[in-house]
């Protein structure tokens, strides 16, 4: 890594989902970016299908975090209308079309190495959903979280099928966690 390297890459945070800590600067991260995004309206966008056990993580977190209404906390991406990859594109026009100037945090699992599953990532910059899986689709988000729910490198799809629901769903929890005292506590300064 060179000195300029240290200006020009977005700043990314990693911490498992049992570390109260980690979980602390994660939030705390969080808050910084939505107070950067001013008053611009703020949408998560929850990615995944809920016919892959590995790849529900999306639209578990849309659907805890719709189920809390808060206010103009826009939500896409739950278990009873999930956004994937083949409506993503739609999703993402209907954004477009319904909102001047978002600022949109995408969410999506993600497969990585063995000591990381488990592990709840923040970072600037889009997201390149389907990546793991070797799909083509457009990157999303000004920041995005990803949650490791699984080994990757080989078998992909088959890996997110055998996936642990109980992993999954505490990961779900702790992000939705994140997300609604983020949102809340940056409102409410």
């Not at 990314?12 to 994660?26: I, Q, R, V």
């Not at 016919?51 to 939500?75: A, C, E, K, V, Y």
């Not at 992909?156 to 997300?179: C, D, F, G, K, P």
Request: with cysteine; aromatic share 4%; net charge neutral.
């Amino acid at each position: 890594m060179n000195l300029l390297s240290v200006f020009t890459e977005p700043q990314k945070l990693k911490a498992h989902m049992e570390d109260d800590s980690g979980l602390a600067k994660l939030e705390g991260r969080l808050i910084h970016l939505l107070r950067s995004a001013g008053s611009r309206p703020t949408i998560i966008l929850c990615i995944g299908t809920d016919r892959s056990t590995g790849d529900s993580l999306g639209p578990l977190i849309g659907t805890h975090l719709n189920r809390l209404s808060l206010p103009q906390l826009h939500i896409y991406g739950t278990l009873d209308q999930p956004v994937h990859a083949v409506n993503l594109v739609e999703h993402l026009g209907l954004i477009e079309r319904s909102f001047i100037n978002p600022y949109i945090i995408a969410i999506d699992a993600c497969l990585g190495k063995l000591d990381s599953v488990g592990c709840i990532t923040l970072a600037e910059g889009p997201l390149r959903p389907g990546a793991g899986v070797h799909k083509d689709l457009p990157a999303v988000g000004e920041a995005h979280l990803t949650g490791i729910v699984n080994v990757g490198g080989f078998m992909e799809y088959m890996v997110l099928q055998n996936t642990r629901l109980s992993l999954v769903w505490h990961m779900a929890e702790s992000i939705s966690s994140i997300i609604s005292r983020a949102y809340i506590r940056n409102r409410c300064s």
